[in-house]
């Protein structure tokens, strides 16, 4: 295992709702990236934090939004949930925010969006 | 465009043969690359990375993968294949200089039969 837990699990929303998922992130990091992955896709990120602050984002629209906590867990917040959003969504964590170091991953939420 | 190719959706081995799956990619300069398996239900488990060095790399279980900078490939080979290595792969760029933002390909998935 990894060290970088998720919750929930599993998540069953309708259209227009909003979500949060959060992530805690591997003892001694200070960065975390999320990523969606639709089913049969690799995954696709959405953005990153390091040190509380975004450090990068991928091709997702403003309703997607994060936080990164002084503890350096973080959560994902989804507003005006759409169908295309039902995906598994991964959180990983790396150290020292350096281009080199590892994202460990954890094992997803799985949102489903009716 | 930056983007990673896996070719093949799916790779069928038998047991105790050697096995081969298939990257390619399209980014600027000289990107850090990374093989990453998923089992189901699963998150994404880190096998190998390439930084800089020797083209042959050697990773977790076994694993390995050759990179080639004139053929812009980084393909995983194992000499031996197992039942238990039967999982979903993804190959992952990180482009110099773009923070931590993986890029991945599709996935391919390997079935190893007894």
């Known amino acids: 295992e990894t060290g970088v837990t998720q919750s929930p699990t599993h998540l069953i929303k309708t259209r227009g709702q909003q979500v949060t998922l959060r992530c805690s992130s591997q003892?001694?990091?200070?960065?975390v990236s999320w990523y969606q992955q639709a089913l049969g896709q690799g995954p696709q990120f959405i953005f990153q934090y390091y040190r509380e602050e975004e450090n990068g984002r991928g091709n997702f629209p403003p309703r997607f939004s994060g936080l990164q906590f002084p503890n350096y867990s973080s959560e994902l917040n989804v507003n005006a949930l759409e169908l295309d959003d039902s995906a598994l969504y991964l959180c990983?964590?790396?150290?020292?925010?350096?281009?080199?170091?590892?994202?460990?991953f954890g094992a997803g939420t799985r949102l489903s969006v009716l | 465009a930056q983007s990673v190719a896996q070719p093949e959706d799916q790779v069928n081995v038998a047991e105790g043969n050697p096995l081969t799956v298939k990257c390619t990619y399209s980014?600027?300069?000289?990107?850090?690359l990374f093989w990453y398996v998923q089992y189901p239900n699963r998150g994404l488990q880190f096998l190998l990375k390439?930084?800089?060095?020797?083209?042959l790399v050697k990773g977790s279980y076994g694993f390995e993968a050759e990179f080639n900078k004139s053929q812009t490939s980084f393909h995983l080979k194992k000499p031996s294949a197992l039942v238990s290595d039967s999982a979903l792969y993804f190959c992952?760029?990180?482009?110099?200089?773009?923070?931590?933002?993986?890029?991945f390909g599709q996935g391919t998935e390997l079935s190893v039969k007894p």
């Open positions: 980014v600027s300069g000289n990107p850090y």
């Open positions: 003892s001694g990091h200070n960065t």
């Open positions: 390439y930084i800089t060095g020797d083209n």
């Open positions: 990983a964590s790396s150290g020292q925010g350096g281009v080199k170091n590892i994202q460990y």
């Open positions: 992952a760029v990180r482009p110099y200089n773009q923070g931590g933002k993986l890029i």
